[in-house]
């Protein structure tokens, strides 16, 4: 319709530019939608994988642990119950009985000794004889003294700053993140860091490897699936995790763990 000279335009949301505009928004906001749907897929995917695996390592563990108590505890206890009966069965014989009884004390020894293996793989003993920082320094000397890789450690003091459920995952993450190192890196050296800092523990686990592209990291290799429980640890005590690496260019492992506590207004 015309009046005059004029041309009546009609509504800008009716113009056939502004349809466009909002077909193109429509097509962007259900791109963004399937995106974010076949991430989350993704990472359910990836989640469930890790979990299967996660559960076929625990099946692994108990039935390595069963055969460790079976085979080794348990044969030991019946070398001591023999001896002990013959000893019982002999006892005129004084020289046989203590030689009986020297191999008894000496098998009970190892016994004890493996049973210590045992369960301090299940919990470390070094957290409640020790605490956390030494027992922490202690899974670090021990790597520097029997491998090839220069191992440093510069960790404050951090006794007690965390609840004691969460300071066998602590160890974990850090047993788990040297091993890594020691398996995967092809590392010169390595370094563990943990600074206290207000409410919260940063960790910085370092080294000179070999690295590789976090980017394409996936649950289905070994280290692909020590990172995954390092980040479900991490994520299960309520912290945070992030890992730089670059091919050729070494590898950090990051995480902050809140403290509950102003630690820094003891000082």
Not at 112 to 128: A, C, M
Not at 129 to 142: A, D, M, P
Not at 195 to 222: A, C, H, M, P
């Amino acid at each position: 319709m015309t009046t005059g000279f004029f041309v009546e335009q009609p509504p800008f949301w009716e113009t056939a530019y502004s349809q466009i505009i909002l077909i193109c928004i429509l097509a962007l906001i259900g791109y963004a939608f399937y995106f974010q749907r076949k991430r989350r897929r993704r990472s359910l995917h990836e989640q469930n994988v890790f979990t299967r695996q996660l559960i076929e390592s625990m099946e692994a563990e108990r039935k390595r642990i069963a055969f460790e108590l079976h085979d080794s505890i348990g044969q030991e206890l019946l070398i001591i119950k023999n001896m002990a009966l013959l000893a019982l069965n002999d006892l005129k014989n004084k020289k046989n009985v203590r030689d009986q009884l020297e191999e008894i004390s000496q098998t009970a020894s190892q016994a004890i000794q493996e049973t210590r293996e045992i369960t301090n793989n299940l919990r470390p003993y070094q957290i409640d004889r020790l605490g956390l920082k030494k027992s922490l320094e202690s899974i670090i000397n021990r790597a520097a003294q029997t491998t090839t890789i220069s191992f440093t450690s510069d960790i404050d003091p951090i006794d007690n700053l965390i609840p004691k459920e969460m300071e066998i995952h602590v160890y974990r993450i850090i047993q788990e993140c040297v091993n890594n190192i020691i398996k995967h890196a092809h590392a010169t050296a390595g370094k563990v860091t943990i600074k206290r800092w207000y409410n919260r523990l940063n960790i910085d686990v370092e080294d000179d490897g070999t690295g590789f592209d976090v980017s394409l990291q996936r649950t289905q290799n070994e280290r692909g699936l020590g990172l995954q429980g390092i980040a479900e640890r991490t994520r299960f005590i309520g912290g945070a995790m992030r890992i730089e690496s670059n091919p050729g260019k070494g590898t950090r492992v990051l995480i902050t763990i809140k403290t509950y506590d102003r630690i820094n207004d003891e000082n």
